[in-house]
């Protein structure tokens, strides 16, 4: 393919590079490669897993087919056995190790089946397939094919000519490790993965937008046990600026509350989870972030039916307070346990009376969203120590090392966050220090925790009563100027605190990143550090905030420059004809 370079631009990121040219043709932002280093890092964290459940298996298998002789049973007997202890056993998404333990039986779908040697059962696991549904110009899977050791083929796809053309110039670029691992084809990521059902160990979602039209497809395209990485840029409908639109294609309506970035994603999550009970399917999120302008959720998707009657006691919906900041949770649905039965019931209603106990002011109500655990820790911890062991390999090192750094610290089984700045706005007075108020809290004798969504959010287990007695306890130590009595503030203040808040310095109020004073929320890199056009799009003056007034005016004088070129052939054109 001839091409001139000086009409492209070499981007290197990671261990990858790719040729860009100089107008808009194909989508590049360079802010993602937060996004593309933390999917490199969960990526190599998942084959590592994916190895060990593959070995536990063929283990557990070996020790049955031992007993071969003994028993009088064929090596198929075995397998059936062990995989029908293992649908047995599943245990649901509230119980952390369970979903790994029932998926060691499914990751054996991409290997060969075992054979019997010996007496012995072996199996060969094949390196894992990677799908990148929308892929322009190809930088992610690059990386991917390059800098994640065991990897086996990574499919890009585009449905746009340009794009996939730029994918292939960027894979020759790249060299032998990248024309032998990646190939790009031009399709409809919906067909192709429609058309490709449980093919994929891994599929990678990452639009210019919403993912919504391509969850259906992708749940079904993962083969049992395998990875779903999905991101969401539409984070002005996701976080209550159209609630009608978020619902129509989330099927959950957000609110617009501090922890409206949070709760994003758990409408995504939910989303998922929706769409994969559909194929007797389930999701086990293993890390979920939110980073810049998206959100970004990793889930592993297994099938069960069994195990899928439980996603009503993962699913809630909330009632947000329309005076303070009170939330609470209804849950869809819950259990009633006799002897070894299990019946599956609808949750108990209502959790909240018309107004709020606290304030007297009326409920919005939203989701539902998904209340369960949101990241698995032991996961989080295996990608935080990975990400340090090979800090170099990771241009973005610095912003997702904090973010793991966070999410290792919050409390997993607490859903959403309340704001301390916004509890101190209802009452009208001065904030106590995060170390006072988390102090406090812990001296009640409940937990708490800060959140990697924002900086001011503080996850806590303990009841509103018990948060608006302690900021009750504060106000009286620091009183606040007399407010119109029907405001929530007053209401609140007129009703003495049931608990003596103790505001004495808990060792625990500090986490060990903050007494190590680990960077935890790091500023942007550069201005203008956020979303970019679309591919195609023409550069205009209203860009400035997205692009920088220097890079807009220079698109803009080489557009004019472009038309003056333009304009003065066809001039030439125009008097040649006249001049004959």
Known sequence: ???????????????????????????????????????????????????????????????????????????????????DSDMNTEKSNEECEGPAEKSQDDTCTTSEEPV?????VRGEL???????????????????????????????????????????????????????????????????????PKEFDVVDLDPYGSPSVFLDSAVQSVVDGGMLMCTATDMAVLCGGNGEVCYSKYGSYPLRG???HEMALRILLACIESHANRYKRYIVPVLSVQMDFYVRVFVRIYTSASSMKNTPLKLSYVYQCTGCDAFHLQPIGRTVSKNTSVRYLPGFAPVVPQE????????????????APIHDQEWVTNILSDVKSMKDRYPAYDRISAVLTTISEEL??????????????????TSPSAVIFRSAVINAGYRISGTHVN??????????????????????????????????????????????????????????????????????????????????????????????????????????????????????????????
């Open 116 to 120: 019997k040697t010996e007496g012995k």
């Open 258 to 260: 501090k922890y409206c």
């Open 1 to 83: 393919m001839s091409m001139d370079l000086n009409d492209y631009t070499i981007i290197k990121e990671g261990e990858a590079e790719i040729l860009m040219h100089a107008k808009n043709e194909v989508f590049y932002n360079k802010t993602q490669v937060n996004n593309r280093d933390m999917s490199i890092a969960v990526l190599r964290t998942f084959i590592s897993r994916w190895k060990q459940e593959h070995e536990a298996l063929l283990s557990k298998r070996n020790k049955s087919a031992a007993k071969l002789p003994e028993n009088n049973v064929t090596v198929s007997e075995v397998d059936d056995t062990l995989n």
């Open 455 to 580: 900086p001011l959010g503080l996850k806590s287990d303990a009841p509103m009563e018990v948060i608006w007695d302690i900021m009750r306890c504060w106000v009286k130590n620091h009183p606040v100027k007399a407010q119109p009595a029907d405001q929530p503030g007053s209401v609140i203040l007129a009703k003495e605190p049931v608990l003596q808040a103790n505001f004495a310095r808990a060792v625990a109020s500090l986490s060990k990143a903050q007494a190590k004073k680990v960077a935890r929320f790091l500023p942007n890199p550069e201005r203008h550090w956020g979303p970019k056009l679309r591919a195609g799009r023409q550069i205009t003056s209203k860009h400035i905030s997205l692009l920088g007034e220097e890079k807009v005016n220079g698109c803009l004088s080489h557009q004019d420059s472009e038309l003056d070129a333009k304009r003065q052939k066809i001039e030439k054109l125009e008097d040649a004809p006249a001049e004959s």
């Open 126 to 196: 094949k390196p894992p397939r990677v799908l990148e549904a929308l892929s322009a110009s190809g930088l992610r899977a690059l990386r991917y094919a390059r800098e994640v050791e065991g990897i086996g083929q990574v499919v890009a796809l585009d449905n746009d000519k340009g794009a996939v053309e730029a994918c292939q110039r960027n894979i020759k670029f790249n060299g032998s490790v990248a024309c032998s691992k990646v190939e790009s084809h031009l399709a409809d990521a919906r067909v192709y993965m429609l058309t490709n």
């Open 412 to 429: 997993p089984d607490v859903p959403l966050f309340l704001s301390l700045h916004n509890l101190c706005a209802t009452l009208k007075c």
């Open 356 to 371: 709020c106990s606290h304030c007297q002011k009326k409920f919005n109500m939203g989701g539902p969203i998904w209340s």
